[in-house]
């Protein structure tokens, strides 16, 4: 009988591919991998193909070397002035040493979840424990610590998991949500409140202190203008006076000349006013209304 040389190659090609499987495995870039031999660790593998005996002498247990997050719950702890706070935070970890995270979790990425959150939950109530209310909820930007509280955070925790060695290592850590109980809602709500009264009346303060200021320099000022306007109106009165004082000795060589133009004058302000007087005829100024000589009054 025979066999067609086609499907001898692909047979062929198929128990190669069989036996490579069984010698050889490949690691993704995102992944790292342990081998064991008869159960215990003998190395460890990078992205790429590698060797390996088939089992039951080798094993290889492979993990994802990306980075896992953890959100914690939203739990109450105590500040360092005896306030209580609602706290709840987000982690990423990832796997820094696999033959470790083999041994200790058996390779389970949930037991070590698991074992990580007690870990987070002492950190966060230790660290919160340690500052003050101020410093997470505050009116004033510079009372509030919250990234010299997350690095604290995520040092203890790191200092936690190097302790235990556990293979795990805290890429990063932050407060996702900060609440408050509702028996201290209240009154924390008063405390702003009254914080935000002081900062009104010091505003309040500082704004009645520059109006008195800047009222006090209009003052000064326009007492000032007003000097200077009475001064000038004193100097142009005396100017006028002395004008004046020229033409009182013209009048005084010619007084019915006088008498004459201080009667057109009072005859001028009559006219302006509008106004119906019923007066003598021989009334001065009215006197000039009637006839009178062609000579003018003091000229010979």
């Known amino acids: 009988m025979k066999r067609n040389p086609v499907t001898i190659l692909i047979g062929a ?40 005996w088939p089992w039951p002498i080798q094993s290889v247990h492979k993990f994802d070397r990306r980075i896992h997050n953890f959100e914690s719950k939203f739990e109450q702890v105590l500040t360092a002035d005896l306030n209580n706070l609602l706290i709840s935070v987000y982690v990423g970890w990832n796997i820094n040493d696999p033959t470790v995270f083999l041994t200790r979790f058996n390779g389970d990425v949930e037991k070590a979840q698991a074992s990580l959150e007690g870990m987070i939950r002492n950190s966060y109530s230790g660290v919160t424990g340690s500052h003050p209310f101020a410093h997470f909820i505050s009116t004033d930007e510079k009372e509030l610590k919250f990234a010299e509280i997350e690095r604290e955070m995520q040092a203890r925790i790191q200092a936690d998991c190097l302790a235990l060695t556990n293979g795990l290592n805290i890429a990063f850590l932050g407060i996702k949500r900060l609440g408050l109980p509702e028996s201290v809602t209240k009154l924390v709500f008063e405390r702003m409140a009254s914080e935000r009264e002081v900062k009104v009346s010091q505003i309040q303060g500082e704004g009645t202190t520059q109006s008195s200021s800047i009222r006090t320099r209009a003052d000064y000022e326009s007492a000032k203008l007003l000097a200077e306007a009475d001064a000038q109106a004193t100097r142009i009165l005396g100017e006028g006076e002395k004008e004046a004082a020229k033409s009182f000795g013209v009048f005084k060589q010619e007084p019915d000349l006088a008498v004459f133009l201080l009667k057109l004058k009072a005859l001028d302000q009559f006219l302006q006013n509008r106004s119906t007087l019923i007066l003598d005829a021989n009334t001065p100024p009215l006197d000039l209304l009637k006839s009178q000589p062609t000579a003018v009054p003091g000229r010979k």
Do not use: N, Y
Request: aromatic share 12%.
């Open 13 to 52: 090609v198929l128990l190669l591919i069989f036996i490579l499987l069984l010698f050889l495995f490949q690691v993704r870039v995102t992944e790292v991998a342990v081998v064991t031999t008869f159960g215990k660790v003998s190395h460890t593998a990078e992205a790429g193909p590698h060797f390996r």
